[in-house]
C-alpha cells in the first residue's frame, strides 16, 4: 500500500468521524467541513482543508506524486485525534444544560419584571 493510498484512506476516516461525532453530511470532506466549520476549532479546520484541498488531487496520478505525503498524514492523524477525543454524551449533555439555563433565566427576568409592574401599579 502506497503512502498516497494512506492519505485516500485517513480522508474516508476522516469524512466517516466527522459523521459520526458531529453528524455532518457530505460525500466529500469538503463538503463536510463546511457544515462543520463553526464545530471545530479553527487550527483542526485549516488541516482539515489541508486534506479537503488534495482530495480531487487523489484521482489524478501525476499529480498524487507531488503531494507532500508526510504532512498530510500528520495533518490527518491531528484531526482525527481532536474528532475522537469529542465525547458525545458530554456534549449532548452540555447542550440541554445550557437549554435549562436559558429558559431558567428567562423565568426569572420574567418574574423581575412581573414584580415590577405590580410594584408600578402598586398592587403589591
Given at each position: 500500500m502506497t503512502e498516497s493510498d494512506r492519505?485516500?484512506?485517513?480522508?474516508?476516516?476522516?469524512?466517516a468521524l466527522l459523521r459520526a461525532r458531529l453528524g455532518v453530511h457530505g460525500k466529500s470532506l469538503r463538503l463536510a467541513l463546511r457544515r462543520a466549520k463553526h464545530r471545530l476549532p479553527r487550527r483542526i479546520y485549516r488541516r482539515a482543508m489541508e486534506l479537503a484541498r488534495v482530495e480531487p488531487m487523489m484521482a489524478h496520478p501525476r499529480l498524487r506524486m507531488t503531494l507532500n505525503a508526510p504532512s498530510l498524514s500528520a495533518a490527518a492523524r491531528e484531526v482525527q485525534a481532536h474528532l475522537r477525543g469529542i465525547d458525545l454524551a458530554d456534549r449532548r449533555k452540555g447542550w440541554w444544560l445550557g437549554m435549562l439555563g436559558a429558559l431558567v433565566f428567562n423565568l426569572l427576568v420574567f418574574g423581575a419584571l412581573l414584580l415590577a409592574f405590580l410594584a408600578w401599579r402598586r398592587l403589591i
Open positions: 492519505i485516500e484512506d485517513q480522508i474516508a476516516a476522516t469524512v
